[in-house]
């Protein structure tokens, strides 16, 4: 009885001291004692980051100084900027001209001569060696006049020239042109070889045009297959090229006008095996032919007829735009396609030609060049002609004269027969179907026979214009340029001698251009023209060098320009992700980076707000004006940092383009320069602490080094009367050197008393910076910055890389950083370095805080604040986790904080910014993170209490996790894995004696083993990898983890938080915390005077629910990805062969009137070596590469 006392007792002991332990830990986060450590800490944080600045001392000479503001208008402006990049972009369309004019002048002229490879060479793309010795570049001048470069692999070699490392990035020669064939084509087929030939004298021209265009690439791309390309280079190619110039945008656009397109693909019972396996990847060639201007849609029949996109609403019952996105859309819903019952063509073609006269009515009056209508039929046959359908539905006669009448075709019919055993008279009826319908008839039988005609329908296509003589000019969408190395050249600056090296592939940006062709044509005057297209001939564009007229300096902080074509496609945007350059993918083009459209970037805050949508109808309009919006903005590629921003947009079209401009100016920063008529002063430079924006000041007139040069520049500017030179630039960098000066000698001495007072309260600064509104940036190293010389560039150049020595001030993040978050405010924010987690070594975080200087204008009887400059400082995380624990670690006589501090294991302290982003905290693996993966409960519960407000961002641009089913570690794969070598040693030896042959039989059974192993995939691939965001490494790890898994595009919501202001919350619970005391968990949080910091601190020990990574990020798209495509949304076709592009019907009573009338439409075989033979040598040689 005794015992069992005893145990009650205790038992009653412990129960008591468990509750008082845990009401004591409710009641000690007493809400005044961490608004007193708040305080505090805020207190001290402003006061010792305006002493370290010298922010006050600058702030009272901006009063004190006499200035003048500029104030910019944004409409001229964007009128400007236009007119600079139509001029421009003239010189290169005039360059195409010329290039089509003499192209078609020498064909005119032009005799056959039956070369062959024994008296005929050309520069082949794929051949050309660059001069080496021992991985230097030779140039030129090394070499005697007559000496020829004996080194490994001699073959045609082209002295390449230094002007390639400013204008081209990758070596070229600018004394020829170079050719690239396809692959599935002869190099030395007799038809080839005539056509290189004629153009070979098209360098002539080339030369000529490139006095005038010091970076356009010049090419024509024959119908033949081939492109010539200027300046001539090597062509880089990793693993198997697959490229062909006619299947490109900047091709198909130029050759024909838009195409509106039904395929009709027969899925009756006789259409299986390999027959269906032909028939779909001809579907997915006449896919991957189209380009944004087109329209189409897939049709399958068999005794009924339906759309393979019959999920999408949208695109039930019409056509679709050719995006990247519907063409994958479609494709997935094509591999899904079964045979079944009986074909009915008749209902198929009634179907198709409802959908197209509802697209593109019938004008009986004009021959509408605008669009040109198609039905491509792909089917093992037909039991007749069908005659009365085409009747009904596709020939209509029209009058041309008192007395004369044509009949005319409405669509033009593709007909594909598909497998190489079919009956005499399916083949008649099928081809009498394209012949009698002014289209083409192909006969598909192999696999091989898919990649080498399926795109000469093209040719056809184009000869409404073509039989009319009508000249257009296209101006294609964004797409990168010929193919640069995997390891890109750079120039080595530090040496004062010429001296090439070799960078890592991350070292030079991909090119991304965009292109002006024109179609060229035969021109010869025979009695009946076919309408023959000759090629393409154009200039591609570095889209780099378009976006240098836009004047960056003019857009203030958080400024910023884009352009957009006729589509509201953008082609230039600060938020464009068309690359992924993570250390998994590599330098990955994003698969839909070509149909991104305005309204996916620009996102307005208030979803019912209609400005954004009435800017991209007029900009695609060709309209100028003005339109202001609120809307949802983000720090780089961190979608999660989002701010709200009221800003407005000056748009201007570019003239004689589809393409219009729009410069984009943030309403608090306001466009002002800011200035003094003063001359600048050589000894206002400390040149070795100091950085100029590398902005255009006068005639191309830029930032250089030595700076008393660019000193020069800046004091002739202000002198000059040339309209060209920006005067209130130069007068604006004058007068923010001239009032920034001394400020160093606040750094030093500020330095100089921390060293000495040596307390754990002092934060520890790396470095001093202050960024000015002109481009001036100065910045101190505190951590031993030694005496220069100043006068010694190597030596200074050597301490400026402790920063970005090009980009201007104003782009920087953490001036954008202190834009956002306005007066008074220090903005906070910290950086990690990739080498931390492996090392956990503090030093290797880093901790930045900003704020701005602003002064006042008068402007329309208003006042507006100037954002001026901006300081930064930058200090080591331990110097602030100390700052934290001390300050917590007492609080005033009326509070009692004993038992209470943050290096408390019952406590958890952290520092977030204004985005929810953990700045500081106990355990810094977690600085950097997003608070929502720490304690998400918490994050939503401060939301409720009105201290965070959540912003829905979605992310056009996104990455998903997919399975591959194509995986090489199929089961499927391991059985046949032996049998899959044996065939590739077979290909091997086929090879070496088949090279010249037009056809191989074992084509298909290649085609099973390969295609149906995954040891190779389509050449347009659905998968591409992509980083989510810089700090965020789990997507790569489950993919790393997991073969089958891959990444494709995809749309998806992001969770955002952004705060609310001052408010604080008091001593606060939160439920549905299992691992904490009576499931819920106690916390208290708040503001840090003067700086974008919430201290939180929160009863330890236990947390509530983790938001994870896929719950952050959820997939907003359906199954069938019809959400995200904006189908409905408004644009403009082409110009000059849009809608309204028609011309009046000839005059047939003329002999030499051009006539379409065919006479061939039968495809015909023998000149193309198999594709299929020919990629499988290259996936052998491959293999037997990536083995070694």
Known sequence: MQWTLSVVIATTVVYLFTIVGFTQSFLELNPAIVEFWATSLGQQIDRQCKNASGIKVIEKKYKEATYTTHYINGKTLSVEVAKKIESYLQVRLEAAIEIKKKAQELFLNYSSENHTCDDFTYYDSKDITIYKDRGNLIFPEDLDENSTYNGPNLELYLPLYEEWREHFQIPVSLN??????????????PFLLDNISWTGKLDEVFSKNQGNMKSAWQFFASSAGFLRFYPASAWYNEGMDMFDARLTEWYTSAAAPPKNIIILLDNSGSMTGLRMEIAKTTVKK??????????FNLITFNNDSRFVDCDCQHSNGSLIQATSKNIRRVTKSLMEVQSIQIANFSKAFQLAFDVLQKHSPINRSRINLGSNNAIMLITDGASETYVEVFDSYNWYNVTVDKDQTAQLRYARIFSYLIGQEVTLANKNHVKWM???????????????????????YVRVMARPLAVHNISHNSWSGVHLNIPLPKENFGFNTNSRTTEWIRLPSTATKPVLSISVSTPVYDQRDDEINNGNLLGVAGVHINLDEILAFIPRSK????????????????????????WNFSSFGGNTPMNDYKNVDILFLEQEYNSSDEQLPQLRRAMINGETGHVQATVKKFYGQQLHRVYIQTQNYYYAPILNTPYSIALVIAEHTNNHYIYQTKSLDPQSFLWCSMVIADWDYCNNQRKTTPFFKFVDIINNVLKSSDPLCNKNLA??????????????????DYNKEILIANSQKNLDFNMAMVGTRAGVTRFQDFNGQAELDQSNDESCLSLQKLIDLFTPSIDTEYYKKAAVNRRNVWAFSSTIHPDFEDTLNTSYISVAASRGIYIQEHHRNSKKDILASVFTLHMKYDSLFRMLNATTSFCSASLDCSSI???NDSVDCYLLDENGFVVVADDPLLVGKFFGYIDYQVLLDMRKKGMFKEVPITDYQAVCIACDMSSENSSASSILNPFIYMVKLLMWHITQITLSLTQFSLVNLWHYIYYATGLMTSSVSDLTYAGLYPNDTLLYQQVLSQKFLTLSPCQQSIKSFISLGSRNITNNHVSNCSECSYSKRSYVANRVPNTNLYLM?????????ILSQNDCMEENESSNGCSSDFMGVYRKPPAPHGSTGSIKLPKYKTKKQPIEEVQTCNGSASLYISTMLIIAIQVFIHEIYSCR
Not at 562 to 570: A, E, H, S, Y
């Open 434 to 456: 394209g012949c009698a319908n002014k289209g083409y008839f192909y006969h598909i039988g192999t696999m091989a026979d898919v990649h080498d005609y399926v795109q000469d």
């Open 901 to 903: 501090y943050c290096h």
């Open 176 to 189: 020829a042109s170079a050719i690239h064939v396809p692959t599935n084509i002869y190099k030395c087929a």
């Open 731 to 748: 007068a604006s960098v004058a007068f923010d050197v001239n009032i920034t000066r001394g400020v160093h000698a606040i750094w030093n």
């Open 286 to 295: 006449i896919m991957e032919s189209l380009n944004e201007n087109d329209f």
């Open 1097 to 1105: 601190v929160l009863e330890g020990e236990c947390s509530c629910e």
């Open 555 to 578: 857009l203030g902080a958080l400024g910023y320009a884009f352009i957009i074509n006729n589509n509201g496609f953008v082609l230039s945007h600060p938020d464009l992700k068309p």
